[in-house]
Nanobody, 120 residues
Framework: QVQLVESGGGLVQPGGSLRLSCATSGLTFSIHAMSWYRQAPGKEREMVATITSTGGSTMYADSVKGRFTISRDYDKNTVYLQMSRLKSEDTAVYYC?????????????WGQGTQVTVSS
């Protein structure tokens, strides 16, 4: 059974930092691209950051470039999102996603999400 479990969310003041973790199990971590998405109240879910299966390439939403860093640990089968200089507009539920692309299809798995609230 595939599981993605996010942790590390919470309440933080503007300008502060948080590190989110997504521990995976039941899948071959090294062949999955990993992403963080977020969804704020009343808004659509949006991609925040993605890292390739090899870890050789990353991609970020313009709104978080220079402030967030995605990384992965193959020994722990875990992906991280280091968030710095947080703003109120970063408030959202953050979700982890694992994606595997085969020749003819793709497979995705999602975590349950962790709440991040940026407020003074």
């Amino acid at each position: 059974q595939v599981q993605l479990v996010e942790s590390g969310g919470g309440l933080v003041q503007p300008g502060g930092s948080l590190r989110l973790s997504c521990a995976t199990s039941g899948l071959t971590f090294s062949i999955h691209a990993m992403s963080w998405y977020r969804q704020a109240p009343g808004k659509e879910r949006e991609m925040v950051a993605t890292i390739t299966s090899t870890g050789g390439s990353t991609m970020y939403a313009d709104s978080v470039k220079g402030r967030f860093t995605i990384s992965r640990d193959y020994d722990k089968n875990t992906v991280y999102l280091q968030m710095s200089r947080l703003k109120s507009e970063d408030t959202a539920v953050y979700y982890c996603k694992a994606r595997f692309d085969s020749r003819s299809s793709y497979y995705e798995h999602w975590g349950q999400g962790t709440q991040v609230t940026v407020s003074s």
